[in-house]
T-cell receptor
Framework: AQSVTQPDIHITVSEGASLELRCNYS??????LFWYVQSPGQGLQLLLK??????LVQGIKGFEAEFKRSQSSFNLRKPSVHWSDAAEYFC????????FGQGTELSVKP | DTEVTQTPKHLVMGMTNKKSLKCEQH?????MYWYKQKAKKPPELMFV???????INESVPSRFSPECPNSSLLNLHLHALQPEDSALYLC????????????FGQGTRLTVV
């Protein structure tokens, strides 16, 4: 069955520290991959997407993600986290319909 | 214009009420979606409209009735809801349905009393 897994339910990082959020997918073929961010009570904003080509994709707000076919992973990174990055992050895959991971809640310590 | 607009932002309704959620986009997208999201959970797909026709119904109870009057508008009609239907309802659109990125609205926070 198609699935997206985010192993970390909650992550806390210090402001200015680097960040990596993990995402693994299970699909028959490589799906289209996305990272969305959601602030409390708000809709989802697309951070970045991977369709094909360069495996390192740049997104908005200083985020990037790396697609690794051998590991079925699409991890999200940011070199220096800001307090405003605190939110829920969803990895999603599109292979016929959009399927979301369970989400990772990011807290930022001052 | 890259926005998906949802109204109302908040809605409180009784279990015998009839209400509607509205969604609008002017990006020329031909696929529109309804998702339901409970607290601390990912969005769950409810319905997909492709070229104004219902293409996916994820076994949603009949008390939820979608409607797509035209390519820019999507409604969700609500009737005889239960308290457990309280959630954030998100509308989304994409250019051509599958294999394209989805743009989400800000959602309608629904409370059933």
């Amino acid at each position: 069955a198609q699935s997206v897994t985010q192993p970390d339910i909650h992550i806390t990082v210090s402001e200015g520290a680097s960040l990596e959020l993990r995402c693994n997918y299970s699909y028959g073929a490589t799906p289209y991959l996305f990272w969305y961010v959601q602030s409390p009570g708000q809709g989802l904003q697309l951070l970045l997407k991977y369709f094909s080509g360069d495996t390192l994709v740049q997104g908005i707000k200083g985020f990037e993600a790396e697609f690794k076919r051998s590991q079925s992973s699409f991890n999200l990174r940011k070199p220096s986290v800001h307090w405003s990055d605190a939110a829920e992050y969803f990895c999603a895959a599109e292979g016929g319909k959009l399927i979301f991971g369970q989400g990772t809640e990011l807290s930022v310590k001052p | 214009d890259t926005e998906v607009t949802q109204t109302p932002k908040h809605l409180v309704m009784g279990m015998t009420n009839k209400k509607s959620l509205k969604c609008e986009q002017h990006m020329g997208h031909r696929a529109m979606y309804w998702y339901k999201q409970k607290a601390k959970k990912p969005p769950e797909l409810m319905f997909v409209y492709s070229y104004e026709k219902l293409s996916i119904n994820e076994s949603v109870p009949s008390r939820f009735s979608p409607e797509c009057p035209n390519s820019s508008l999507l409604n969700l009609h609500l009737h005889a809801l239960q308290p457990e239907d309280s959630a954030l309802y998100l509308c989304a659109s994409s250019q051509q349905g599958t294999l394209s990125e989805a743009f989400f609205g800000q959602g309608t926070r629904l409370t059933v009393v």
